[in-house]
């Protein structure tokens, strides 16, 4: 499979059809036992964890179900670390203008026990977005949200892709999210149908 600059791909498929490890694999968090996977350009299969790391660096974002967030960090802080880890000189600001523009001006200081499941998962896509990316990964970002604060969700997540030209390449069980996408890839059994 290829993704294009810019464009959106839904995995969809049933539990266990393997979604969640083909993400793991094409962002290359997980390392494939056979064939080839390339992350920009670059053939993460000959690279060790380290050099996948380096690649995904500022240049790859993720959006995980279960918000991934660092608990002892305030919101700001864990948008700001990724930046940091970038060397932006800028990080603090930026980190600061990312919670603005999910809508969480006022909870910069707020540590993630504070935050709603919503405003969690806002702070992961500011988070995500902080490279800005050239690829987002999401993995059922609306998963363990209700449903208008998944719509919610699902609207700042297209609109910063459009935005910043971001390839995003999500897992989800919701038909409605998928039909937002460019295109809709079914998986079954491990295979693409």
Known sequence: MDVNRGEAVAILGASGSGKSTLL????????????????LDQPLTEMDEDARAQLRLGRVGFVFQSFQL?????????VYLPLKLSARRDAREQAAQLLREVGLGQRLGHQPAQLS????????????????????FADEPTGNLDQATGKQIEDLL??????????????????????RCDRILQLEAGRIA
Not at 24 to 35: F, I, K, M, V
Not at 70 to 78: P, V
Not at 158 to 179: C, I, K, Q, S
């Open 70 to 78: 660092l608990r002892g960090l305030s919101a700001l802080e864990n």
């Open 158 to 179: 297209f609109d910063l892709r459009n935005r910043h030209a971001t390839a995003l390449v999500m897992v989800t069980h919701e038909p409605r999210l998928a039909e």
């Open 117 to 136: 499941g919503g405003e969690q998962q806002r702070v992961a896509i500011a988070r995500a977005f902080a490279g800005p990316p050239e690829v987002l």
């Open 24 to 39: 793991g694999l094409l962002a290359g968090l997980d390392q494939a036992s056979s064939g080839e996977v390339r992350l």
